[in-house]
């Protein structure tokens, strides 16, 4: 991506992307997939609010079609996707 305030994450970056990022500024974490048609239509709508703090907030794609990326959903306990979650330390 070309936004630095809007990167693809995966579970093994997490931890440090993320959580620890969170820190500094709030992160929202956008659980999504490929095949998933209500996905699609949110993106652009959170890199709008993304763009619309002018750098006060990031946002994290975790796209849960990778293996790894599915343990993460399930560490959260999601249901369902798109799921967006706002995480502020």
Known sequence: MDNPLIFDVNEPEF?????????????LVDFWADWCPPCIVLTPVLERVVKGYAGALRLAKVEVDEGENMRLAGRYAL??????LLIVN
Do not use: C, M, N, Y
């Open 79 to 84: 249901r369902g996707f798109p799921t967006v």
């Open 15 to 27: 931890q440090a992307q993320v959580l620890e990022a969170s820190k500094q500024h709030p992160i």
